[in-house]
């Protein structure tokens, strides 16, 4: 594909534009706008388009299944339209392993088990991509779908269902000992941004026209072990406190990637505590600044 700019779309409802690439042109509206969205493909006429906008937090999907559907459905299905009709060559889409699964999947989970989403935001996730293959039979539009296990990492914000490491942080810097839900014995398969940045330049390069990927280490940690990892970058200083636990939140979950190895070529390069020590670096030097 060309090398031409691209064009960044967020309405920032969690993001900020310092995050921007200040090579791309950024385009500050929501999904569900479709006439800026109809005009923005027009002018921009893109080749590709990474779809990561989404409400991602599992709790407000549960209290308000119609505004989830809203923008992860609704919204998704305005950018595949636009996508068919404008000829996108390669359409990535953003899913979520974590929640495309319960208790008794077997774990590492691979693709080949059949998804059972227990919350509104699974279920829109899981939507999209049968309206992925739907698009790609129909319009013939190219497409690869990415689910993600629990992403962590630098310019994460404190907000969303997986911001368990930028939550703990926060509260740290502040002085604060973070509350860990329930018992902690919960895990969850971390993956570093990093690692999901290059799965999806992986996505777009690879020669295939339609997929569905798991994007995760294959290794469960304990939200205990999370705290205990980042208690040692502040010196040990805060007791371990725990609080009532989260109703409807799964035990465990991790995702197996080998089909992302065999036909992407990606495999996660940098580990949890690497990952955590560059993750909390960013939030001291952060603090720092403000």
């Not at 490491?165 to 902690?184: C, K």
């Amino acid at each position: 594909m060309s090398q031409t700019p691209s064009s960044n779309l967020d309405n920032l409802a969690s993001g900020s534009a310092e995050n921007v690439n200040r090579r791309a042109k950024f385009h500050k509206f929501d999904i569900g706008n479709r006439k800026r969205l109809e005009k923005l493909f027009e002018k921009a006429q893109p080749e590709a388009v990474f779809h990561f906008a989404a409400q991602i937090n599992v709790r407000t999907s549960v209290e308000n299944p119609s505004a989830d559907a809203q923008t992860n459905i609704l919204g998704s299905l305005s950018l595949l339209e636009l996508s068919a009709k404008h000829g996108v060559k390669k359409f990535v889409f953003s899913s979520t392993g974590g929640a495309m699964f319960d208790d008794a999947t077997p774990r590492p989970t691979p693709e080949s088990i059949p998804a059972a989403p227990l919350s509104p935001y699974g279920i829109s996730k899981l939507s999209i991509e049968h309206y992925l293959r739907f698009f790609r039979q129909v319009h013939g539009l190219p497409y690869v779908v990415l689910r993600y296990a629990n992403v962590y990492g630098p310019r994460q914000n404190a907000h969303g269902e997986a911001g368990v490491i930028s939550i703990f942080l926060t509260r740290m810097l502040e002085g604060t000992a973070p509350t860990i839900n329930g018992d902690g014995l919960q895990t969850r398969d971390y993956v570093y941004v990093g690692d999901v940045a290059e799965a999806n330049v992986k996505a777009l390069d690879a020669p295939i026209e339609e997929g569905v990927f798991h994007i995760g280490t294959g290794i469960e940690t304990s939200v205990n072990d999370i705290f205990r990892m980042l208690n040692w970058q502040f010196g040990k200083t805060f007791e371990e406190t725990h609080g009532p636990a989260k109703p409807g939140e799964i035990s465990a979950s991790a995702l197996n990637a080998a089909k992302a190895k065999e036909i992407l070529g990606w495999e996660p390069k940098v580990a949890l505590s690497e990952g955590l020590v560059a993750t909390a670096t960013w939030f001291k030097a952060r603090a720092r600044e403000s």
